[in-house]
Every structure is written in structure tokens, then in C-alpha cells.
């Protein structure tokens, strides 16, 4: 008769408080995690004394352990329970292989074509996609001494802005691979949603995290449904979208989750309206901590990285190395040339885009979003515009409203209900009082105060000091998260 309590091995003692240390708990904390009353238990476990079979094996499940390896001879105390386990990982592989077959239409439908702006028909994402770079340190949390930036040459400043190209990096499937919570940062237009379909569908075609299920998630989508339902739920709102394929038993997910055997993909943090931020975070927070064994993936403008997770770590997408623009290159011909000459328009524009006097539009180009809009003016035009306004217009068009238009995102209102024209007329000021004097970089407060003279000269009535700092702020950081057009880094003197 097998006995009712476990009890650690010496090695399996060292192993538990080791795992109990990187959590970063109390034992009152862990004890809550394991919903008991008292931590006499976990301090027993520790300490190598019988613990409740149960409760021994719920410890060892919150610190990520196999209990099998923390017991003494657990085989002794609970017979067949190397048979069990196996047993208990075959099913679990046939429930993961059974919920991706039913699944698997919806992630590709939803995961595996793209959209492309001034592009009328879906792409599939194998025929475009590149594998994103991460920038193992965040580049807006880089300290630089502003008076060494003034000293910068025009053609160095892809060595602090966007293309901060000198930094250590890493490919995005490892640092998912990593971290099993990851919350992934990046300017407008990096590629950040683009990231999390790629995984999505890799995972559906089982060449990453090949034991999970994927599961893809716009957070605007979830916030929008939970506030109509009342319920910002998101094991409900995961076991609805199961439900459409066809998975009508609510315990397989409550299995996959407590197996961890869940890729959960939630994409565009920063386009959910503020009033359901809160609601949000804290939901993602308690979801993640329960079901903590999975794997989770957030994606997230870098200038919102303030709206903190707990436990994600904060990684940001690094702008395409030319390697990289070329590779986007060669495929964006192939897939969507209209010529047959495909291969020979790659070459010509990668060509020209290297040529001394092209270099401002390589500053331009570390994007997808902006590499596609130079692939398709070169595709109509077999050249770039020898009036680079006319390219600055169009990017400014696609930042300012096409972008959000196109994703059917709505952005809270910040801009004290600016029309495009006046957006354009206020960026178009910022420049000329800054860049037309080679002022490429400035402590906020004087951004803060060209914008506050182009309130008070907008406004008929007077507006009192401190409302106009505050609403001179706001525009700023609006500018900032909204279209990136305006990049924050931390910076001494």
C-alpha cells in the first residue's frame, strides 16, 4: 500500500529552495500560490520532512519542478507512477495534436496572410516575412551624453536612433525560446504583429514549441468583447474562440493550461483604449500567475513600455540590418512585382539604395513598414523620387492615420481633436525649428515648448501656464507612442 505523504532527497531539498529563490517569494507567498492555510508545510518540505502527498506534488508544480525528481524514491511510495507519467505525457501530446488539428484553419486564416498598405489583395506571410533581430538591451534605456549626440554627423545616426545597429542582438525565436514570458517592444511599423503571426504559425506547423498549442490574441479585440460581455476574462474569451473551431469542452483548455502546454500571443498592448488598460494588465497579470508553466508573448510600442507586467521580461525588436533589407527586398519583388523581371528589380533597388546619395533613405529603410513603401515607389518608379519630400509625405501619411486607419485602430483622443492637416502643420513647425538648424537632438522640455507657442497661437482664448505645459506633455508623448516619429532616449546632462 502506497503511503499518503513525500518526503524531499537531500539533492531534491537543494533543488526546491534553488527554484523557491529565483521566484522571489516568501514562504507566505508560496503558500498562497498553493492555497494553504499555513507555510508548516513548506517549511517541512524544505527541511526534508513527510509532507501530504498532494500538497508535496502542488509545491513542486508552482516551482516549476518534477516532483518525481524532488521525492525519495517516489517509485517505492507510489507505485506505477514512472508508467503514469508516461502514460499521462501521451495523452497530453495526442490532446496538443488533436486541439492543432482543429485549430489549425483559424491560426492560418487569422496568423498566416498579411495585408500590406496600397496593396489589394492578402499576401501570405512565408512569401514576405524576415526573421526579426532583439536587442538584448532596450535602446530608449540607453544612457548617452546629449552633448556627444550634437557632435554627430547626419550619415552616424543609425548608431543611437532607430537602426542602433551596435547593439548586442539576438534572433526573435530565441529570446521567445528564452523567456517564458516576454513582452515584445517596438516603434510603428517594426513588425512587432507580424512577430507574433510568424510564431503562430509556426507553431501550427509544429517547427516551434512543437508540444503547445498557439493561440492568438488582439488585445484591442479582447478588451472590446469583455467590456460588452462585462467579463475581462481570459480564459473565457480563449475558450470562445476555441469554441468556433470546433473545441466545445471548456476542461481541454483548463488541461492544456495547467500542462502548460499553451503559446498564448497577444498582440497590440498599446492600442487598447485607457479606460480598459487597467482592466487589461490586471487580467494578463493574474492569467499569467495562475497558469504560469505556459508560454506567453505580448507585443507593445516602446514608448508605452511604462504599463509595466510583472514577471514579462521587456525585449525590443531591432531595426533591419542591410542584410536583412535585403532579404525583404528580394522577396517583397518576387512576391509582388508586376514585371517578370522580379529578381533584377531587387538588385537595381538595393543598388541604389547603397549609392552615397541614397543615404537618408537608408535611414528611413530599417523598417518593414517603410521598406515596403520604398519597394513600391522604386517598383512604379524604377528609382527613388529625386524630391525626397514627395517620400516624406507619403511615410508621414502612412504614420499620422493610414497605419491605425488600415487595423481599424482607434487611439484615445490626445491631440485636442487635431485634423491630419493640423498634425502635418505641427510637425512641419517642430522641423523647421529644430532640423533646419541642425538640431537633430533636444532635451524634452524645449520640444515641450515649441509645441505649447503652437497651442497658444492655435487657441482664441489664453490658456493659463501650467494647462498649457500639461497639454504641450501630452502631445509629446502622443507623438511618441502613436506614430514614433519623436524617439525618447535617457541621456545625462
Not at 155 to 177: D, K, N, S, Y
Request: proline share 4%; hydrophobic share 40%.
Amino acid at each position: 500500500m502506497s503511503k499518503r505523504s513525500f518526503q524531499a532527497s537531500l539533492v531534491g531539498v537543494q533543488r526546491a529552495k534553488q527554484a523557491f529563490a529565483l521566484k522571489g517569494w516568501t514562504q507566505e507567498n508560496l503558500a498562497g500560490e498553493v492555497h494553504l492555510k499555513t507555510r508548516q508545510p513548506i517549511w517541512r518540505l524544505f527541511t526534508g520532512q513527510p509532507v501530504d502527498r498532494q500538497v508535496f506534488m502542488d509545491i513542486c508544480s508552482v516551482l516549476d519542478l518534477d516532483w518525481r525528481e524532488i521525492a525519495t524514491d517516489p517509485s517505492a511510495e507510489f507505485p506505477g507512477a514512472k508508467e503514469a507519467a508516461e502514460s499521462s505525457s501521451q495523452d497530453l501530446d495526442a490532446l496538443v495534436e488533436q486541439v492543432r488539428s482543429q485549430h489549425r484553419d483559424a491560426i492560418q486564416h487569422r496568423c498566416g496572410i498579411l495585408q500590406l498598405l496600397d496593396i489589394h489583395h492578402p499576401v501570405p506571410i512565408s512569401d514576405i516575412y524576415v526573421d526579426v533581430n532583439i536587442l538584448t538591451a532596450l535602446a530608449s534605456q540607453q544612457w548617452v551624453d546629449i552633448t556627444d549626440l550634437n557632435t554627430l554627423k547626419p550619415t552616424e545616426f543609425h548608431r543611437v536612433g532607430l537602426g542602433a545597429i551596435e547593439q548586442p542582438q539576438m534572433p526573435g525565436i530565441q529570446a521567445v525560446e528564452t523567456h517564458s514570458k516576454l513582452r515584445v517592444l517596438g516603434q510603428p511599423g517594426i513588425g512587432k504583429t507580424t512577430f507574433l503571426q510568424h510564431l503562430a504559425v509556426q507553431c501550427n506547423l509544429g517547427q516551434f514549441a512543437a508540444q503547445q498549442v498557439p493561440i492568438f490574441i488582439t488585445l484591442r479585440e479582447f478588451a472590446e468583447a469583455a467590456k460588452r460581455q462585462e467579463d475581462f476574462s481570459l480564459l473565457n474569451y480563449i475558450n470562445h474562440i476555441l469554441l468556433t473551431a470546433g473545441i466545445l469542452d471548456p476542461s481541454i483548455l483548463e488541461t492544456l493550461l495547467r500542462a502548460g502546454r499553451v503559446l498564448l500571443l497577444m498582440d497590440g498592448m498599446d492600442e487598447v483604449l485607457n479606460q480598459d488598460m487597467s482592466a487589461v494588465i490586471r487580467e494578463i497579470r493574474t492569467f499569467s500567475d495562475q497558469y504560469h508553466r505556459n508560454q506567453f508573448v505580448v507585443s507593445c510600442r516602446t514608448a508605452a513600455q511604462k504599463l509595466s507586467l510583472r514577471g514579462f521580461t521587456d525585449v525590443e525588436i531591432a531595426p533591419f540590418t542591410h542584410p536583412q533589407i535585403t532579404t525583404f527586398a528580394d522577396k517583397w519583388f518576387l512576391a509582388l512585382s508586376t514585371t517578370t523581371a522580379a529578381s533584377d528589380q531587387a538588385t537595381q533597388f538595393i543598388e541604389k539604395l547603397d549609392l552615397p546619395e541614397n543615404w537618408q533613405f537608408r535611414q528611413l529603410v530599417v523598417t518593414p513598414l517603410f521598406l515596403h513603401l520604398a519597394c513600391w515607389v522604386f517598383q512604379g518608379q524604377g528609382e527613388f523620387p529625386s524630391k525626397r519630400t514627395a517620400f516624406y509625405k507619403q511615410g508621414l501619411d502612412l504614420l499620422l492615420g493610414k497605419w491605425d486607419e488600415a487595423k481599424g485602430i482607434e487611439r484615445d483622443a490626445v491631440y485636442r481633436g487635431f485634423l491630419l492637416p493640423e498634425k502635418m502643420r505641427l510637425l512641419s513647425q517642430l522641423a523647421a525649428a529644430t532640423f533646419d538648424h541642425s538640431q537633430y537632438f533636444f532635451k524634452q522640455r524645449t520640444i515641450e515648448q515649441y509645441i505649447e507657442d503652437y497651442l497658444q497661437n492655435l487657441s482664441e482664448a489664453l490658456l493659463e501656464p501650467e494647462e498649457l505645459r500639461l497639454e504641450s506633455e501630452a502631445i509629446l508623448k502622443a507623438i511618441e507612442a502613436q506614430h514614433g516619429l519623436l524617439i525618447g532616449k535617457c541621456h545625462r546632462g
